[in-house]
């Protein structure tokens, strides 16, 4: 059994928590520095999960657990390379497992993405949930249609955010400067568009229910595009997919554009993006009709445009260029999650942006297990670990949060949150800094 290790997990995320949750019981005489370059923990809890999904954010207090355990400290705002370089990290800890997640959006790779009113779902996410580093990305919606590219529950997400009035989203943490925005907009129409067919959607019978609910806009597809029962050998599979099917079936009979005000949210399928068009700004998308071959979206050459003013790409995430860090094919290069000797890589760094946030458990807990494997030995008594990098920001004039700084800026949010709110976020780090400041 290892002991004494000094260990950094770079990422306060769903997979750094179970990560940094699997050493306290099993390696409890570690010391763990969980970083985080947010001021706030937890990651795509707080910035990714849809606003009007607080249920699924209850997952937090599990992490609270583990955060006030006393060998485990939150060390937030504090960004590796921005604020201090991995290798002084692993010159200070036995271990470094990065936690960061997979922060770049994935390209389309067509002609016209760089024009404005083309967002990735990552920035729009970002933006709607007030993530700080995002408050100023703020999309234009004085428009009428918006096109959604993808089939999974991001951009099931992103269309029903866009259509949810404020009445609905009384009980949500929406982000202030997001509502104003969402609420005035005169937005008409919402296409979400995927490549491949109805039975291949990856979002949930829960998410895509949720379209039935929705107050002031009606749900539509196209019942051509509808199979059959689908049939498969993995017998949960084919429930969910039939389970989706009907979902689809249901929305058949209602007549494009007739929810409140003529508001509506088209669901297509078997069609690929080849160009964005316009001048500067978007002004529609060209797309080629798809059929399946052997499993397989292949393109008939046929092609029709959806005028739009507003583009958001659900089509997953990627890696981007990290100092000191081997990235391939949008992870981090690893084996099993091992990187290198003393670093690790857990969550979707390691492996892409698949599953669930519980997904992030098992793959976490394995990660740990092979770390601890490694350093049966123990750790080495040289190594710093978190004085080290209390002298490294006391240094560098860096202002770290502790866990309980986050507590009081917690307790704000939630107090501004009203009657029905859960929380109004900051969504400026000084504004946090200044309350933590303050209240000492």
């Known amino acids: 059994m290892s002991t004494g290790l000094k260990i950094c997990i770079v990422g306060s995320g769903p997979a750094g928590m179970y990560a940094a949750g699997a050493i306290v019981k099993k390696n409890p005489e570690s010391v763990i520095d969980i970083l985080d370059k947010l001021a706030t923990p937890y990651g795509l809890v707080r910035a990714g999960v849809a606003p009007d999904h607080q249920t699924t954010k209850n997952v937090t207090r599990a992490y609270d657990k583990v955060m006030e355990n006393n060998n485990v400290r939150f060390v937030g705002n504090v960004g590796l390379a921005t604020d201090v370089p991995l290798d002084k990290l692993r010159e200070l800890y036995d271990v470094v497992v990065i936690a960061t997640g997979t922060p770049k959006d994935r390209s389309l790779g067509i002609p016209g993405e760089d024009k404005a009113g083309v967002f990735g779902a990552q920035v729009f996410v970002y933006w709607y949930n007030g993530h700080p580093e995002f408050r100023e990305a703020v999309p234009d919606l004085d428009i009428e249609t918006a096109v959604v590219i993808g089939n999974g529950n991001v951009a099931l997400d992103v269309a029903r955010i866009l259509m949810r009035t404020e009445g609905e989203m009384l009980t949500s943490d ?3 400067h997001a509502a104003s925005e969402i609420f005035k907009s005169p937005l008409k129409c919402v296409h979400v568009v995927g490549r491949r067919a109805p039975e291949n959607a990856q979002f949930s019978s829960k998410e895509l229910g949720e379209f039935a609910e929705l107050t002031s806009a009606k749900p539509y597809t196209d019942k051509t595009k509808l199979p059959e029962d689908f049939t498969s050998e993995d017998k949960k599979e084919e429930r969910v997919i039939n389970t989706n099917l009907d979902l689809l079936r249901s929305f058949e009979h209602i007549t494009p554009g007739h929810g409140v005000e003529g508001r509506s949210i088209h669901l297509d399928f078997l069609a690929s993006p080849i160009e964005i068009l316009g001048d500067d700004a978007i002004s529609g998308v060209r797309f080629e009709r798809n059929k399946i071959v052997d499993g397989k979206a292949v393109g008939t050459g046929e092609t029709y445009e959806i005028d ?91 202002h770290a949060v502790s866990f309980d700084d986050w507590k009081k800026i917690d307790a704000e949010e939630v107090a501004r949150g009203g009657e029905k709110s859960p929380r109004r976020k900051f969504v400026r780090t000084r504004d946090m800094l200044s309350l933590v400041k303050e209240k000492g």
């Open 174 to 176: 929406l982000a202030e």
């Open 308 to 398: 739009c003013q507003l583009l958001v790409t659900c089509i997953g995430y990627e890696m981007g260029i990290l100092e000191g860090l081997p990235v391939e094919k949008g992870i981090i290069k690893n084996d099993e999650g091992r990187v290198a000797e003393g670093l690790y890589v857990v969550g979707w760094a390691k492996r892409g942006p698949s599953g669930t946030i519980g997904t992030n458990r098992i793959d976490s807990q394995n990660v740990v297990d092979k770390m601890l494997a490694d350093f049966e030995g123990g750790g080495d008594p040289a190594k710093q670990g978190p004085a080290g990098l209390d002298a490294w920001c006391a240094e560098k004039g860096i």
